[in-house]
């Protein structure tokens, strides 16, 4: 069975940095797609950010791109979000997602719709 685990969320000021993990457990596949998605209060899950494991390659919405970087370490399975020039628009709970259903990154990517799995989600908070 396929776990994933959040951690790192907190709060800080705007214009503050925090780093996301994502520990992957169950994962049948050493490669796999994995994302960062985002629900503020009262909106829609949107997508942050997504990820092949099997060549690192990445897609990030365009309200983060140049603040955000995700990243991942196989050997520990594991990926992460560096997030930098946080603002308070970026409050929300963060979730982390896997898709073990299919080999690679689906198109058109940032679609939530594309995940199978999913974390429990970490909380973070920007105040102004």
């Known amino acids: 069975e396929v776990h994933l685990q959040e951690s790192g969320g907190g709060s800080v000021q705007a214009g503050g940095s925090l780093r996301l993990s994502c520990g992957a457990s169950?994962?049948?596949?050493?490669?796999?797609?994995m994302g960062w998605f985002r629900q503020a209060p009262g909106k829609k899950r949107e997508a942050v950010a997504t990820i092949y494991t099997g060549d690192g390659n990445t897609y990030y919405a365009d309200s983060v791109k140049g603040r955000f970087t995700m990243s991942h370490d196989n050997a520990k399975n594991t990926v992460y979000l560096q997030m930098n020039s946080l603002q308070p628009e970026d409050t929300a709970v963060y979730y982390c997602?896997?898709?073990?259903?299919?080999?690679?990154?689906?198109?058109?990517?940032?679609?939530?719709?594309?995940?199978?799995?999913w974390g429990q989600g970490t909380q973070v908070a920007v105040s102004s």
């Open positions: 169950g994962v049948p596949y050493s490669s796999i797609c």
């Open positions: 997602a896997a898709d073990v259903l299919w080999p690679g990154c689906r198109t058109p990517a940032l679609t939530p719709t594309n995940f199978d799995h």
